[in-house]
T-cell receptor, first 114, second 116 residues
């Protein structure tokens, strides 16, 4: 059964600092998704990583995927308060075809302090 | 282009009742999926539909059911509500071209269900 683990679960950081969120998954997958969720809101797609070695950047966020290590990272550069949210990684469930079924990590609650 | 819409946004029910939630996908999206989000269990997949057919189902009891209409709109139904069914129910849609699915699922704002 596919398991997706994130760490840390909670991250309090100061504005201007850098940090990394880690996402490990237990079975082979060639793609991984990162989502952001603000309190009481829905999920916003951040990155879709489609192959080993994929790296994508948007503003102060950069995501990468290492399918051999079954590891994705979400790196935050020079954090600002607006980045405070919960971040989820998700991996498609093993299935014999295209599927919407995503297995989500537990989420990382990021709080950026001024 | 309008996003995924879900109705109602908030709902309060009592144990034993049933509830129907509605989801309208982004125009042109024929693939719809449903997720349940709770503080204890996190985000869990309920089911997915494509062209009115259920393609995959998560590990939920038979009280949870769904369907998709010819216009791609989808509904999910929960019968005999239990306290543990209190959750945020999220619908997501995905664009398809024939049998090819694009990669990003777009989520709606969710329906917050409270069971008393």
């Amino acid at each position: 059964e596919l398991k997706v683990e994130q760490n840390p679960l909670f991250l309090s950081m100061q504005e201007g600092k850098n940090y990394t969120i880690y996402c490990n998954y237990s079975t082979t997958s060639d793609r991984l998704y990162w989502y952001r969720q603000d309190p009481g809101k829905s999920l916003e797609s951040l990155f879709v990583l489609l192959s080993n070695g994929a790296v994508k950047q948007e503003g102060r966020l950069m995501a990468s995927l290492d399918t051999k290590a079954r590891l994705s990272t979400l790196h935050i550069t020079a954090a600002v308060h607006d980045l405070s949210a919960t971040y989820f990684c998700a991996v498609p469930a093993p299935y014999g075809g295209a599927t919407n079924k995503l297995i989500f990590g537990t989420g990382t609650l990021l709080a950026v302090q001024p | 282009k309008a996003g995924v819409t879900q109705t109602p946004r908030y709902l309060i029910k009592t144990r034993g009742q049933q509830v129907t939630l509605s989801c309208s996908p982004i125009s042109g999206h024929r693939s719809v999926s449903w997720y349940q989000q709770t503080p204890g269990q996190g985000l869990q997949f309920l089911f997915e539909y494509f062209s009115e057919t259920q393609r995959n189902k998560g590990n939920f009891p038979g009280r949870f059911s769904g369907r998709q209409f010819s216009n791609s709109r989808s509904e999910m139904n929960v019968s005999t509500l239990e306290l543990g069914d209190s959750a945020l129910y999220l619908c997501a849609s995905r664009f398809t071209a024939g049998t090819v699915f694009t990669d990003t699922q777009y989520f709606g704002p969710g329906t917050r269900l409270t069971v008393l």
